[in-house]
Every structure is written in C-alpha cells, then in structure tokens.
C-alpha cells in the first residue's frame, strides 16, 4: 500500500528508532512507592519518634501545664471566663479561609493580573508581565500569607485581649543565641528526614514552586527571598501568635491544637511532606516554647526549604547557569 503511494521506508537497517532509557527503580523506591506501604509508613516513624521529642521537650510541656493551671486558678477566683481559646480559633479559621480564597492564584488571575496588563499597557514597560507573570502570583501569595499571619492576628488580639504582650509571643531576640546549638541539633534529625522524602518521584517536579527559579539565579535568589519572608510570617502566626495566646489558657496542648490546621495547610503537597508537617509543628512550636523565641524555628524552616528547592533542581539537572536572564 505505501508503494502505491509512492512511499518507501527503505531498507530495514536504515529504519532508527528514538529510544528513551527509563530511570532504573531501585528496590528501596519500589516498596517505597507501594501504595499500602507509603500510606501506612508514617504511623511507625511518628511512634518512633515521638518518645524522643517527649524526652527532649518534657521539661518544658511541664512548664506550660504549671503555668496555664496557675493562670486558670487565679481566673477562677477572680470569676473571669476566658475567651482566649474561642477568639483565637476562631481567628485561625477565618484567616486560613480568607487566603485559601483570595491568596491563591485564581485571585491573581482574575482581579492583579488584569490591574497589571492595564498599568503595563499605559506605560509601565517595567512591569514585563511577560517575564515575570508567575513571580508577580507567587508575590501575592507571598503578601496574602503575611497580611493573614500578622496584619490581622496580632493588632485585633492587642484590640481584644490588651494587657497581653505581643513581644512575649516568641518575637523578642533575648535567648536566642543561648539556643543556638538546638538548631544545629534539629537539622541533624530533619536533614535524613529530607533525604528520603527527595528521593520520591514527586519531590523532584513539586519543587521549587516557581518553575522559573532555574532560569537565572536572579530569579532564583529573588524567589528564596520572599519564600523566607512568607516563613517568617508564618513562624511568627503558628508558633509566635497561636502558641502564644493559648499556652496560658491550654498549657502545652497549645502546641498540639496549633499542629493541627499547621498540618492541613500543607495538604496538597507531596505525601510524606505533609505527615512530616505533624513532627515539625509539635517540634518547632515545643521549640518556641523552651526559647522564648520563633527565630529558631524560622532558621531551621529557611534552611530546609532552600536545600529542598536546592535539591530538586539539581536532581533534574535545572541549576541556573546565567545570574541573569534577558528580556
């Protein structure tokens, strides 16, 4: 029939073929990857390590406790209700919804972007929505996180609950540097715990969010800079604020009520990931708590998320190679 029309593929020697050569799976990965295996695979390692995080922090969960009990007793005498809980649960919710609606990318889309290709089209050449449309969401996402995190929580605590101080909330930087040596000790547990969670099939694409981080490392370095700024805002919200307006009214259970919508916030990222998130609330927020400080925690985030941004595209060969890029 291809001789009818003319049509010949010659001789079959001369037929090439485009082969792809599949990535070899080790045995590691391969019962890693199983379904039932990966899905049950958390509950062992948080019961493993949770006796360690008690030993290391039992101390200062007691502390706490003493603290809310003495708190509730001079609350009870003095006929006081407290509303603490309620006003910052509440508050949690509302801001979690706030920035799952209206600080994401389809907000972007519909309601900056358009502002942006209107202020570039009457002379804002500077803009290149071109170039940098998928920074400019990632900033708004960024500014959303730290206006939730903080713009909101901690003047209307301040408006509600006065007499509370905002600095006593893990922001002071006295002991810190006492502390130091916890941070190093931190990464030495979370650094295996992020190995094997890049060496799953989905870190690789996941990260860095923005995808054009392996363009330049302008784009890199500016990326990694508002990413930190997003996690000091959060440090500041879950283990600063959170923590801190409920440790008076739950003692150290403050810290496991604030690992709760801490863990759901990253729900849609890789699977482990979000499993690791329950280990690192209860660890950062215990942190917080025997510091007097989030600047700890906020190092050990910042450091993570760069080697794990750092490692991914280097797994896929996506390093930039250019300080900048044209256009």
């Not at 209700?81 to 509302?94: K, N, S």
């Not at 440090?235 to 801490?262: C, H, N, Q, T």
Request: aromatic share 16%; hydrophobic share 50%; proline share 6%.
């Amino acid at each position: 029939m291809l001789g009818a029309l003319g049509l010949s593929l010659g001789p079959a020697e001369e037929l090439v073929l485009p082969l792809t050569h599949l990535k070899t799976v080790s045995w590691f990965d391969s019962i890693l990857g199983y379904p039932p295996i990966k899905a049950l695979l958390p509950i062992p390692i948080l019961m493993a390590i949770a006796p360690v995080i008690w030993w290391f922090f039992r101390g200062t969960w007691k502390e706490l406790d003493q603290e809310a009990a003495e708190a509730r007793a001079a609350r009870v005498e003095a006929g006081e209700t407290d509303l603490r809980p309620a006003a910052c649960l509440l508050i949690v919710a509302i801001v979690l919804t706030l920035q799952e609606y209206y600080g994401g990318r389809q907000f972007y889309d519909t309601v900056i972007r358009p502002a942006l290709l209107e202020w570039e089209a009457n002379g804002k050449t500077w803009i290149k929505l071109t170039k940098y449309d998928e920074l400019y969401g990632y900033s708004w996402w960024v500014f959303s996180r730290a206006a939730g995190y903080v713009l909101i929580p901690l003047p209307l605590w301040k408006l509600l609950f006065p007499k509370d101080s905002l600095l006593d909330m893990g922001f002071r930087i006295r002991g810190f540097f006492s502390h130091a040596w916890i941070y190093g000790l931190c990464l030495a547990v979370v650094l295996p715990a992020m190995v094997l969670v890049a060496s799953q099939p989905d870190f690789g694409t996941y990260y860095p969010f923005y995808k054009n981080s392996s363009r330049s490392w302008f784009d890199l370095l500016i990326w990694e800079a508002i990413y930190f700024i997003q996690f000091l805002t959060l440090e500041m919200f879950f283990r600063g604020w959170i923590v801190g307006a409920l440790r008076k009214s739950m003692g150290a259970a403050a810290i496991f009520v604030m690992a709760v919508p801490y863990c759901m916030i990253h729900y849609g990222k890789p699977y482990l990931e979000a499993h690791g998130a329950i280990v690192a609330g209860v660890v950062l927020g215990s942190l917080a708590m025997r510091t007097k400080s989030i600047y700890s925690g906020f190092l050990v985030h910042i450091t993570v998320a760069f080697l794990m941004d750092f490692l991914a595209l280097w797994k896929r060969g996506a390093l930039p190679t250019t300080f900048w890029s044209g256009g």
